[in-house]
């Protein structure tokens, strides 16, 4: 016998099932049916609040956004040099990943399930890293650097791929090789380690930790 | 005459590039100036909101036309 709840606390609950459920088998590999059962409600109800699978589905990135990553802080405590920036952004994203790993789970999924509100959704995130990456490269590159157009969008695909990379390991591949070191250690590795790859070295660390101590 | 000192335009940008260059803006400007920023990210509604109540530079207006977020700052004393 299903509990009765009040619209909005159900609403939530299907919300909640259905993260779970795409983050765990995809958009076409979870039906109507199936969550409706996780919630214990039946079909006719959850359609009273969500009219389709992809309302469904909508509705879900659109919670997830609400509790969107904001870079506000980041800006109004650190430098604004390039690697404080890209430092403080980089804890950001892990965070909010750490707090919601379903997040990176829906996003593999929705790379092959070629739903175009996913994609937008998070091509959407990953563009605050790879416009600050080329903006900033762009007025630091010298103008006579070789392919230069081509090396600043591959610097910040770069990113990305390494960031990512990181975030999948330590969430979803738990690896032993890497249980020692904490996501904390490699990602202010892996932004030093692109520092040097595109030219700029990372020397302020320590004078910040004292200015923001 | 426009009502404002300097402007930005942050189309096509996403957060965090329209409030750091708004933030680099604003410490160039004088005291009581005004700044005038265009940005399309529809989160920089609340990043703008959130930037000016902490920084306490004073969000004097904030408007959406067309899809354009237009955000008027004055820095503060």
Partial sequence: ?213 | MSDFDSELDATGLNCPLPILRAKKAISAMEAGQTLRIIATDPGSVKDFEAFCKQTGNELLSSGEEEGKFTFMIKKAA
């Fill in chain 1, 1 to 213: 016998m299903s509990v009765r709840l009040p619209g909005p606390e159900r609403r939530d609950s299907i919300l909640k099932a259905a993260q779970r459920l795409f983050s765990e088998k995809g958009y076409h590999g979870v039906s109507i049916d199936e969550i409706a059962r996780k919630v214990d409600v039946s079909p006719a109800i959850l359609y009273r609040h969500f009219k389709s699978k992809q309302m469904l589905y909508d509705a879900v990135l659109q919670a997830m956004s609400a509790q969107r990553e904001s870079y506000v802080q980041t800006i109004i405590n650190s430098g604004t040099s390039f690697e404080d920036v890209l430092t403080g952004m980089t804890q950001v994203y892990i965070k909010s990943i750490s707090d919601n790993p379903d997040l990176l789970r829906i996003e593999l999924q929705s790379l092959l399930d070629k739903n175009p509100a996913a994609s937008d959704f998070f091509k959407n995130r990953w563009k605050s890293f790879t416009d600050y990456i080329e903006f900033s490269l762009n007025e630091r590159l010298p103008y006579d650097t070789p392919n230069r157009e081509v090396t600043i969008l591959t610097a910040a695909l770069m990113f990305q791929g390494m960031l990512r990379e990181v975030l999948l390991q330590k969430h979803l591949q738990p690896q032993d090789r890497l249980e020692d070191v904490s996501l904390h250690e490699l990602s202010q590795e892996l932004v030093r380690l692109f520092l040097r790859s595109v030219g700029i070295e990372k020397s302020h660390l320590s004078r910040r930790a004292v200015i923001n101590g």
